[in-house]
């Protein structure tokens, strides 16, 4: 369904991969501005950007893009964006509202800030959808549909402005919260930095073990191990710059981690069957606690499709079990 009104006038895009072009998309799809000028880093990126005219008009350099933008939005790896920053400063319209899309946004917020002028109004946002592809082919309009999106404006940030940026994030499907960048920070670090710190470390294990195990790893690879792969195949970059923005929140988390794969281990090793059972079981919950937050599918296999099997005959979901 479009949504007919328009938000801000101009909106500029500075960076066009999997966030910058689902952005455009969407926002072309809902009607929420009037035009979208963008710019990438690469000529290339530039050149395919306008191959696929999700755009207006794509320029050369970021300075240039933010030339009387009402609303702009950083959309590169979370390392990159003090320096963007500071390019696009003394370009900025007044009044304009200049946000983020990164998955770490304490780092933002100290990197950005300072290169922002009075009368601009920053209102970080971090969009926590995604898909493990990168570039401006693998974005797609409705990506944020029924998924978070966190903004942490800094105090003093004007509320029409949150408001505003909220109204953009809703039109796409996405559900807006409001909350500290810290608090992001340490809530991010333990659902999806430690997650891909896990797979990383599990995928690289197995790997490792490839001549031992004469290449069984990768031939049975279903199941568990092929769902690490998929989320160890993100983007090198942007998972780099991750984890040394976010270097605090994930060391504590990681340091929790260990001690519950201790308590696991120390079940394991003592043979206490019921430990194991009711961790297990308590675990599983959690689980269904997602589903029915509508934050996953309880589609059985994450909903793959299984050629030729009748779906009957499938496990069925959990929630149906008992
Ligand atoms: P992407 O598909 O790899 O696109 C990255 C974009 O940033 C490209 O346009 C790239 O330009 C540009 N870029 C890369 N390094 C740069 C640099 N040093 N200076 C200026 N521009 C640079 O990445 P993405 O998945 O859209 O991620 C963008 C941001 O969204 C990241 O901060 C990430 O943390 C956040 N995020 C990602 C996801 C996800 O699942 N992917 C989810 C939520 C938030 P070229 O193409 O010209 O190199």
């Not at 568990?224 to 090198?236: E, H, K, L, Q, V």
Request: proline content about 6%; aromatic content about 6%.
């Amino acid at each position: 369904m479009t949504n007919k009104m328009v938000l801000f006038d101009r909106l500029a895009l500075i960076g066009v991969g999997l966030i910058g072009s689902s952005i455009a998309r969407a926002a072309r799809e809902q009607g929420v501005v009037k035009e979208i000028v963008a710019t990438a880093r690469s000529e290339a990126t530039r050149k395919r950007v306008a191959e696929l005219g999700i755009a207006d008009n794509v320029v050369a350099t970021s300075a240039e893009a933010v030339k009387n933008a009402d609303l702009v939005i950083v959309c590169i790896p979370v390392g990159a964006c003090g320096a963007v920053a500071a390019e696009i400063g003394p370009h900025l319209k007044l009044g304009a509202v200049v946000s983020d899309v990164g998955s770490v946004k304490g780092s933002v917020v100290r990197d950005m800030a300072p290169h922002l002028p009075a009368g601009v109004e920053f209102v970080p946002a971090h969009p926590v959808a995604g898909t493990e592809y990168s570039g401006p082919d693998a974005g797609f309009a409705e990506l944020f549909v029924n998924r978070w999106c966190i903004l942490t404006p800094p105090e003093g940030t004007s509320p029409e402005a949150v408001e505003r940026l909220a109204a953009f994030w809703r039109s796409f499907g996405a559900k807006v919260e409001t909350m500290t960048a810290d608090h992001h920070d340490l809530v991010l670090a333990v659902t999806s930095h430690l997650p891909h710190l896990i797979a990383y470390t599990i995928v690289g294990t197995a790997f490792e073990l490839r001549e031992v195990t004469q290449n069984e790893v990768l031939k049975f690879s279903a199941g568990g191990f092929r769902d690490f792969t998929r989320i160890a195949s993100s983007d090198p970059t942007m998972w780099r710059d991750i984890f040394l923005a976010n270097k605090d929140a994930v060391l504590e988390m990681l340091g929790r981690f260990s001690e519950d794969v201790s308590e696991l281990t120390r079940a394991i090793r003592r043979g206490d069957g019921d430990a194991l059972f009711n961790i297990f079981t308590e675990r599983r919950a959690i689980r269904r606690s997602i589903v029915a937050l509508g934050q996953d599918s309880a589609t059985p296999d994450f909903g793959r499709p299984h050629p030729g099997l009748p779906a009957d005959t499938l496990p069925r979901p959990y929630a149906d079990k008992d």
